[in-house]
């Protein structure tokens, strides 16, 4: 479920006319605007994208390409750098061209204009402690919007009335074009709003990929439409469950945890802290494994998009004279799961919709025929 591929069929299927400026802010940036580019050609004109890192293979040969990269989870001088742009590229948009942008999760830290009188450590400070707290996404971009000068549709009411497009990648619940990115390009709050609005991936759409995969291999498989939003440790605990109880042999779960972290907490992230909180409970289930990652390809402040454990993960630990509880406490979960080898590191996917985590049941026999640690299994998976 590429970033660029959403973009491409949504827009061969429906294309904007004449010429197009592209603005593209997220984690998926680069990979959305490929798919622009490739749907549209040289009906484009300019491209400004925001992203976080450099595409792995290197920064695309586009005509009038602009990119510009900020921070993520915390914002730094540069987002507020390219949310200046950012805003300055809407209000410099000749009458003539039609602006086209595209949204991905992570556009929250990396742009931003702070309110009159916010200076940057208040808004570091603010995603700091919002991240550290067990907070869900809605309210923590809710929190955001209050002390931005884009966020909230504030961008779109800079458009002045003019006709655009907006193409989203959800990571957020509901799928609401006010709340992705912090409503960078959601509807403007007052007065004239001719933007039209489409989301184009989510992680139902992850979570159907993947369904849809597991039955192609023969295995059963249970997907359930709901998505999950609690506390990375009670989900370990329900999902170990379900996975266990249940007959079928692939289970599939997509939404977004959240983690509580400690005064000073080791490195991590969410859907590490959830993955070492399960392997606890696999412990003694040689037949189950479970892997939880995040489809950007990040977890928290590291460059892990998760990991895959089995019923010898805590073993592992033992081996390596680390203690599972004593880890999850530290919320250093990244250090338990480096010394068991589960960590699962893809590097930037070109998307970003939330968190999968995917349970597999196999026969005792099968689970032994498979490598031994995290990594190698989830590239077999």
């Known amino acids: 479920m590429h970033g660029a591929h959403c973009v491409r069929v949504a827009l061969a299927a429906d294309p904007p ?6 603005a ?27 992203a976080r890192d450099v595409p792995p293979d290197g920064v695309p040969a586009w005509p009038g390409l602009e990119a510009l990269y900020g921070a993520h989870p915390v914002p730094d001088e540069r987002s507020l750098r390219a949310g200046a742009r950012l805003l300055s590229w809407v209000q410099e948009l000749p009458p003539q061209v039609q602006p086209l942008f595209l949204v991905s999760g992570g556009a929250s830290s990396l742009v931003e204009v702070l309110a009159p009188g916010v200076g940057l450590g208040a808004l570091q400070e603010l995603n700091r402690a919002a991240l550290g707290q067990d907070i869900a996404i809605g309210e923590f971009n809710a929190r955001r919007m209050r002390i931005s000068q884009i966020k909230g549709g504030r961008l779109a009411a800079a458009l002045q009335g003019r006709p ?11 799928d609401d074009a006010a709340v992705i990115g912090s409503g960078i390009m959601g ?3 007052q007065g004239p709003d001719r933007v039209t609005r489409s989301v184009v991936g989510s992680v139902d759409t992850a979570v159907a990929c993947v369904a849809r995969r597991g039955r192609e ?18 989900l370990a605990a329900r999902f170990a469950h ?4 249940g007959s079928a042999q692939l289970c599939v779960w997509g939404g977004e945890s959240t983690l509580a972290l400690p005064p000073q907490p080791g490195r991590g992230g969410r ?6 909180s399960a392997a606890r409970l696999l412990a003694g289930h040689p037949d ?18 998760g990991a895959l454990v089995d019923a010898e993960t805590c073993a592992r630990l033992a081996l390596a004279e680390l203690d599972a509880d004593t880890c999850l406490q530290h919320a250093n979960s990244a250090a338990a799961l480096a010394a068991s080898g589960d960590l699962v590191h893809t590097g930037p996917t070109g998307t970003n919709v939330g968190d999968l985590v995917i349970g597999l049941k196999l026969s005792a026999a099968a689970a032994r025929a498979l490598p031994l640690h995290g990594g190698d299994r989830a590239r077999m998976l």
């Open 164 to 174: 655009g497009r907006a193409l989203f990648l959800s990571d957020v619940p509901g």
């Open 271 to 276: 859907n590490q802290h959830l993955a070492l």
């Open 242 to 245: 379900e996975l266990s109880m």
């Open 288 to 305: 189950l494994m479970l892997l939880a990652v995040g489809t950007d390809g990040s977890d928290g402040v590291t460059e892990d998009a």
């Open 17 to 22: 006319s004449g010429p197009i400026r592209v």
């Open 217 to 234: 291999l023969g295995l059963t498989v249970n997907a359930p439409p709901r998505r999950f939003e609690d506390s990375a440790v009670r």
């Open 187 to 189: 509807p403007a709050p």
């Open 24 to 50: 593209a802010v997220g984690k998926a940036a680069f990979a959305m605007a490929a798919g622009a580019h490739a749907a549209l050609g040289a009906a484009i004109d300019r491209t400004l994208v925001i």
